[in-house]
């Protein structure tokens, strides 16, 4: 229901203003043609509202014919008396109708000439007296009138001149002459005596009495001017109501625009003139009807003009136009861009003929029709210029877009004009970017979930192993017999195998998702090996392997994270010192041109080495029965770390032998700046007592090794 | 007076064991297994040092550090199973004086513990802060004058070597040195497997000095470069 309502709205709006302006057309023709009686505005205006009928222009008007009827009835039978003598019969007499409405009693004289019979008129001593419903009682006495209402005088003569503005149109004006009763020779005009008595309360007695017929008149009247201001204040609310109704005035009017849009131009014209014409000349529907439809078309087409921008563009050129465009767009896009140079073709042809037609037909004159012709192929050859601009530049773009997304920029989609021939191009091409922004962000959101499982993972791990150890270390405290006390020396190793296969699976799956936080900084590789192998010359020495080592001489420079890098070299002769055969040979050798330095650990396994397996995968060992101590990730750590610094690892075997390389490309210090570490000053004022400054080139301080 | 330690995990048994090697070494423990107790706890009780795991229910461990850091000044350490740099960072940034990840050793903690409560007992000590000739540095304290270094206020015996690289790197906090240049003013002479010589000497320095000389704290070896002391 409420909707309905909402959507009635509109169109009550525009209901209120055809209405109200109809109400307010028919007033103002009402109150221009119909109205408008003898008298005009105001008397018509005192006429309908005037409460007492003998207040009004008419009653007086009546009055003063009836006395002029009742003094020629009395001047007549006067007359009629002298014709009977004469014994000639004269014509009708006029004499006043008998209404119960308006009595008189008239005299000749001292001689009765004539009384009303519908009502009781008394005489006493040749003066009538009337019953108490006749209140208005007027006396001619042969001179002047005197009038008498509910007792008082009333003053009919005004200024005493009779004008034509008078209502009281009576003998005895001075100057007397302009009356109608002028006409009455004067000296029978002296011996009439007339009284008549109106009526308070009108009798409907027939609709032609003469009173009866004022207030019905006035009655009907007054009801016309009720219903005047009815309707006009009904027009006025009605469009007051259409003001106050805005957004449903502006809901309707955009409707309707969204009609008239679909009209074409011309016809509007066509249809714009024809009302021009019908109103200028007055067709036979008459001036009003032809007025107010064209009032009605003048609100729509303002309104058109006003929602439709650029209305004129749909016309029929127009429309051929685009139903051309249509049709082109149905070809395949090299059909397509081929029309172009043919519609070019025949706009000329067409140009030229119709430049040749003018000629023909207008001789001197033909290029009065050529200037509009010449302009408008002028604009057409703009436009066509245009369209083509638009369709390089596009292409240009579409271009750089399908590069862009080549190399894996993230732009916002990318568009083309509508109708240009290319946005089905860029479609595809937006669907395919989105697709695969989809896809990767997909593979994020399932990295991220892979490492949150891995660090949840962990968390988990490390708790109970937190207790483990810990209860190991109590038990460790007590007093146990000596066999328990070796099943607790297992569990703690255990325990602390399990520590640290914990934190390396931690590290190497953030490692294998790309997590590591880095914090390289140039370092000195050759050194950082040096420093790795001293940190674990105990197990070196320890170990029945002997190394040969042969470093650089010089400090050779990489760009990397030392801390993983560290653990690269650690993990690598950790790995050698648990997998090599006793008593080998380990070779650690380092080979440096300008841009690469290359480390090589060579050992020969204990184990034989499967050709078929990846040693750098996680958990894999050269092993298959994993009773040894490592956790399997060793490798895999080396290879992932020194990949995040930047580096690349790889393994070889050849038989027994086995070969991990660490190769890294040579930082080169920009020229002129020294490494940061080396050159910081002292931080304590006092300087040691030390042979060598605190600073020092780093190529002085390599090893003699 | 015994020292009162407050433990807090949700994990009862840690907080078992915990307890029964801190009273071991002769620590009042009280324990708590959520944030919210130990924080109410930490403020009744008159708790000198104060052990909480970073993921309990109804308070994690940060909050609960921050809100005590705002009533008192008692030593935190924190005990966390995330052992990112970045966590540590988080976790010292706000007001813990250590940061042990899990799994840890008993023992370890009972050090850092020890090192905690004397670092917090001696910070009035007239000794230590008279004098101009020493160099504070986080647990660490070394008087040029006697050419002495104490850890956490205990005088460290090192041999003389020893305490010429000591000397050295405390004098330059921070500053990283490489071998060679180490065992020229230390050993005064053309070095010779310098490194070797250095690292065997930084290993010793580090087993007296540091809680967990795998894990060093202070005497650090910069990869690639050399060696220095952190600067706390």
């Known amino acids: 229901m409420d909707t309905k309502s909402k959507k009635s709205r509109p ?82 007499s006029s004499s006043l109708p008998d209404s119960p ?29 009337f019953p108490e419903e006749y209140n208005f009682i007027l006396h001619f006495n042969g001179k002047t009138v005197t009038a008498i209402k509910d007792g008082e005088p009333v003053d009919l003569y005004g200024s005493g001149y009779y004008t034509m503005e008078s209502d009281w149109e009576l003998p005895g004006f001075q100057g007397g002459e302009s009356t109608i009763f002028s006409s ?93 014409f019908a109103v200028l000349t007055g067709l036979s529907m008459g001036p009003f009807v032809w007025g107010d439809l064209s009032l009605w078309f003048f609100f729509f087409f303002v309104n058109d003009l006003r929602w439709n921008k650029g209305i004129w563009k749909h016309n029929g050129p127009m429309a051929l136009y685009c139903f051309l465009e249509r049709r082109r767009k149905l070809l395949p896009f090299q059909k397509r861009l081929i029309w172009y140079g043919p519609a070019v073709w025949i706009g000329v042809a067409v140009y030229l003929l119709l430049a040749l037609f003018c000629l023909l037909a207008f001789h001197g004159g033909f290029f009065i029709p050529m200037i509009p012709l010449t302009l408008l192929a002028a604009y057409f050859w703009h436009r066509s210029r245009k369209t083509f601009c638009v369709a390089v530049e596009e292409t240009g773009r579409l271009l750089d877009r399908i590069s862009a997304v080549s190399r894996g920029e993230s732009l916002p989609p990318l568009t083309l004009t509508f109708d240009s021939d290319l946005a089905q191009a860029a479609n595809d091409l937006n669907s395919i970017e989105s697709g695969i922004r989809e896809a990767v962000e997909r593979q994020i959101s399932s990295e991220r979930m892979k ?94 392997l002997s190394f040969r080592v042969s470093l650089s001489e010089e ?28 008593g080998t040979r380990v070779y650690l050798r380092q080979e440096t041109d300008f841009n690469n330095t290359e480390i090589t650990l060579r050992n020969v396994s204990r184990e034989e080495l499967l050709d078929s397996v990846d040693l750098t995968e996680r958990f894999v060992r050269g092993d298959d029965s994993r009773t040894d101590g490592g956790s399997g990730l060793g490798l895999s750590i080396a290879k992932s770390f020194t990949e995040a610094c930047g580096g690349s690892f790889r393994v070889e075997t050849d038989g027994d032998l086995f070969t991990a390389i660490v190769s890294f490309p040579v930082f080169h210090a920009p020229q002129g700046e020294k490494q940061e570490s080396e050159i910081t000053p002292a931080d304590s004022p006092e300087k040691m007592d030390s042979q060598g400054g605190p600073t020092e080139d780093p190529q002085g301080i390599s090893m003699d090794n | 007076m015994r020292e009162c330690i407050l433990v807090a995990d949700d994990d009862r048994e840690i907080v078992a064991a915990i307890a029964i090697l801190l009273e071991k070494e002769g620590y009042e423990v009280l324990k708590a297994y ?101 160099i504070r540095n986080g647990r660490l304290a070394y008087s040029t004058e006697e050419r002495c270094l104490y850890a956490d206020g205990e005088p460290i015996r090192l041999t003389a070597t020893e305490t010429g690289i000591v000397d050295l790197l405390m004098r330059n906090l921070g500053r990283i040195f490489p071998a060679e240049e180490i065992y020229q003013r230390v050993w005064g002479g053309e070095a010779y497997a310098a490194e070797n010589t250095v690292m065997v000497h930084i290993r010793r320095i580090r087993e007296k000095i540091e809680i967990n000389p795998k894990e060093p704290e202070y005497l650090k070896v910069v990869w690639g470069i050399g060696y220095k002391i952190e600067k706390k």
Not at chain 1, 31 to 41: L, R, S
Not at chain 1, 108 to 119: D, F, I, L, P, Q
Not at chain 1, 555 to 570: M, P, S, W
Not at chain 2, 104 to 130: K, T, W
Request: some cysteine; charged content about 20%.
């Open chain 1, 555 to 582: 400090a050779v420079f990489v760009y990397a994270d030392g801390q993983k890098l560290y653990r690269v070299f650690q993990n690598l002769l950790e790995n050698i010192l648990r997998y090599s055969l006793e």
């Open chain 1, 184 to 276: 009455f020779p004067k000296d029978q005009l002296v011996r009439c005596n007339v009284w008549l008595a109106a009526r308070k309360e009108l009798l409907s007695v027939s609709s032609y009495d003469v009173l009866a017929s004022i207030q019905s008149e006035q009655e009907r009247l007054s009801f016309a001017f009720f219903l005047w201001c009815m309707v006009f204040f009904a027009g006025i609310l009605l469009l007051l109501v259409y003001t106050f109704m805005r957004a449903s005035r502006n809901a309707f009017w955009q409707a309707a625009a969204g009609v008239t849009a679909h009209i074409w131009f011309e016809w509007k014209l066509i249809i714009g003139a024809a009302f021009l």
């Open chain 1, 11 to 92: 169109f009550f709006s525009f209901f209120c203003l055809f209405l109200g302006l109809h109400c307010l057309i028919g007033c103002v023709i009402a109150a221009f043609y119909v109205i408008p009686i003898e008298g005009g505005w105001e008397e018509y205006y005192d006429y309908a509202t005037a409460e007492d009928y003998q207040e009004t222009a008419r009653f007086r008007q009546t009055m003063s014919s009836s006395l002029y009827t009742a003094i020629q009835t009395a001047i007549e039978s006067q007359n009629q008396n002298t014709e009977q003598n004469e014994g000639q019969n004269g014509t009708e």
């Open chain 2, 34 to 134: 959520d944030g919210l107790q130990a924080l109410e706890l930490a403020v009744e009780r008159r708790v000198q040092l104060l052990i909480v795991d970073v993921m309990m229910p109804k308070l994690d461990g940060l909050s609960a550090v921050m809100k005590l850091r705002e009533r008192r000044n008692i030593p935190i350490i924190v005990l966390s199973a995330k052992s990112e740099d970045s966590d540590k960072i988080l976790g010292l940034s706000i007001g813990a004086d250590d940061y042990v990840t899990k799994p840890f050793h008993p023992q370890e903690l009972v050090a850092r513990v020890r090192s905690q409560l004397r670092r917090y007992n001696s910070l009035g000590d007239a000794r230590s802060s008279g004098e101009k000739s020493l």
């Open chain 1, 101 to 129: 409405n308006l009595l008189y009693y008239i005299r000749y004289e001292s001689k009765e000439v004539a009384r009303s019979t519908a009502g009781t008129v008394s005489v006493t001593e040749k003066i009538p007296s």
């Open chain 1, 451 to 544: 490492i949150e499982l891995i660090s949840n993972v962990s968390h988990d791990l490390k708790t109970p192993l937190t207790s483990i150890i810990s209860y190991v270390q109590l038990l460790q405290e007590e007093e146990l017999p000596d066999t328990a006390k070796g099943y607790v020396e297992i569990l703690a190793k255990k325990a602390e195998r399990l520590k640290t296969m914990v934190q390396d699976v931690f590290e190497v799956s953030k490692a294998a998702t790309g997590n590591l936080t880095m914090q390289n900084e140039p370092l000195d590789l050759t050194k950082l090996v040096r420093q790795t192998m001293a940190d674990m010359n105990e197990q070196i020495e320890s170990s029945t």
